[in-house]
């Protein structure tokens, strides 16, 4: 058996995962914070790291903090649907089942949506 | 003060608050006009009274970049029937959704947003945000007007309905705000309004903010004050495993506040008994895709369905005449002028003749009784959307555009794609399901506060926009609401006397705002939440009745005593989820005396009386209206028709 100590933790209630981040890739600027409708995210005491998940029970999923995040496509942060509410779907022709995230998906597809990808944020700027 | 690290991960500790505690410190600022709250209509309402060339301060308890019911995106422009391709007129599209919902829709915002919806749309434009198809990427197809380049829907041939790239609309917004120097006060909770003397029934003079990070106050003076705030989104029904199913457009901050504000300082309301049951299934009983994926009927509209063996499930017109051709799906029925888009919540119970009225507008379905087609095996559940088996622009159009502007969907959009879903080759599942039970909203069309044709509540100084408004809401009627309250409000306060607040007044709410955080154990917000809900579930549910509705004010009088005062906080956040449950316990009295008000059932309303059961009589076809007056609740009563003549009522009142 491993030594690993073992801790007694709060019992969250879920979801309790709403965002993870990818540590080597976030350089804790923050600007996902300024754009949480619900405030979920903290700053992390220590510089440069990513926000800390305060409340991840108040998330409504709307992907602001993903969306304005300036890593935000290369995967500094990630949004996780619970598990219960996953998106499923099947191939019309071959009738193979799929559901978000699972083992061996199917290829990214790349097509973007009408009109793009831009935060609500490029608006506020100043016009050039 | 120390928090708690909430997170999952392993061994977390305790963290130091990262932004400065101002507990009772308060700050002062004087404008001419003051709006609450920063979604389409508060931005809206600011911009209107800024271009009066007042001075205006806006409050916004999240950030104005995506706050509010419209604030993560928007696909459709309702009410544009003054585009160059409409054929509908204001006058012909207000009636039919006054006619539509048993004349429970209030003309005055609903006609305002009729005349001003495309002149707002194109103001949008100028602010940056993408209206047309300009790179002809639905060149050709039967919803696209090739002139104007606008692309519509629900009806095709009617054209009051424009698909926008409205994601762009918090941000055009935003510009527009700055550009006219409107001062934004964001992470700042209001929380209650004041009053010349500090009196009930008062000339409105400012408001009191709480900010959600520091715990500060900002004391708000102002001549004029507009509320723009949004509804119930936890007063029957409070779940964060659960949450985006029934705030599919709203974040859970949005309780209400801008409203229990409004009620204790004698504000006028009206339709607060009206409710719908709490449908997970989204508007036809058919599950809108988990988190964020819009709904069957507007954005997935009007995708071909098929059930689990490939059966496809046919398209009706309004007499249940099948339907061939996808395009049908979007065209009135032969000898209809138009149709109305959402007529959806088909009142159960209603009369034949109001039933004839419903069939005027009513759009094309797909075939109805769907559990029961699955109980007796006609149909395999789950149902997938059968996109590949659309022709292309129809295809994409409802994932790419609807799918991609409205709500949360583009952050959808991206994750499904990412997962490999492929619109060409895959089908997307969706589930019939059952209602919550007990569990109820108010719906669209619902309460609000009662405007004249300034937009102005009963009280003086206080103006409204938005959901805010009797039986009001929707991306365009906020824009247009909003802007003309702003103009109304920027004309009063012109000539307004300077706003006097109460000191007394003041040191009550601060009183009542700090409590929370005076307390170091006791009730957790959540509790009270969830305490609030089962009352209104038990004892104002689907069917009322005098006796159970007493019993639950008696139920909301315990609370007062006993829980109210034991709910804690333990930083400036938490403080803020507090102040937004406790002030639950006023909407859930607004909502107990609305239905103790009207003594008749209300099948237009969902609203069932045991006691009073009768359905739709005639003399009760009217509006019933509470507001506070002291301690007890004063019942009064407005024709249903009360605005008058629409037309020219607009004309003498709108200010352009």
Redesign the interface.
Known sequence: MSKEKV?A??N??????CVTFDENICDGCNICI??????VL????VKGKPP???????C?????C???CPKGREGAIR?N??L??????????TGEH?R???KN???????L???G??P?????KPEK | MP??????E???GL??W??PVKYGVAKEVITDVLVLGGGLAGLSAAMGAAKKGMKVALVEK??I???GCG??GIDHWHEATTNPASKVSPEEYTQATIEALGRYNCGIGQYIACRESYDTLLELEK??M?IRDSED?FKGAPFRDEKTKFIFAYDYKNSYCITI?G??M???L??GC?ELGVEIFE?VNAQSLLTEGGKQGGRVVGAIGLN??TGELIIFRAKATIICTSGETRLWYFS??????Y?NQ????IAGEGWTAAWRVGAEFSLFEKSVPLNTGGLAGVDM?????GFWDAEWRACTMVDATGKEIPWFDRDGNPITGVTQRNMPAAGQKFFLPNLFAHPRGISPADKEVLRKYAEPYQMKGMHKRIANGELVP?L?A?L??MPEPER??VF??H???EG?T?????????????PD?????FNPVAMLPRARTFGFNSGGLVPDWNLRTNLEGLYAAGASLLSGGGAAYSCCTGQYAGRKAAEYAASAAEPVVDRKQLDREKERIYAPIRRKSGIDW?EFNLGINKVMQVYCGDIRNEESLKVGLKWLDELKEQEVTQVYARNP?ELG?ALESLNLVNMAEMVIHASLARKASSAWLNFFRSDCPKVDPPEWRKWITTKLDGDKVKVGELPIDYWGELKKNYEAHCGL
């Open positions: 801790y933790v709060q969250l209630s879920t979801p309790s995962r300024q754009h949480c409708q619900m405030d903290h700053p992390n005491p800390i998940v305060l409340y991840p029970d108040e409504w999923y709307g992907g602001c993903v969306k304005e949004l649907w619970p219960m509410l996953t998106m499923r779907w099947k191939d019309k022709k799929y978000f995230r699972m998906p199917p290829p990214p597809n790349p097509r949506p009408s009109g990808w831009r609500h944020s490029e608006y506020f | 928090v708690k690290k909430e997170s999952s392993k061994g977390a963290i130091e990262q932004y999240g950030c970049s995506h706050a604030g993560a602010l940056g993408k990427e790239w994601t762009g918090k941000g055009a935003g510009r700055r992470r959600v990070r964060s495993e659960q949450r985006s199913i705030t709203k974040p859970g901050q895709v988990p988190f964020s994926g789950p997938y059968d590949p088996s994409r159009v790419g555009l799918i991609g502007e949360k583009k952050i959808f959009y991206r994750y499904l794609t990412a997962a490999g879903f492929d080759k895959h089908m997307l599942e959540k956040h989820r």
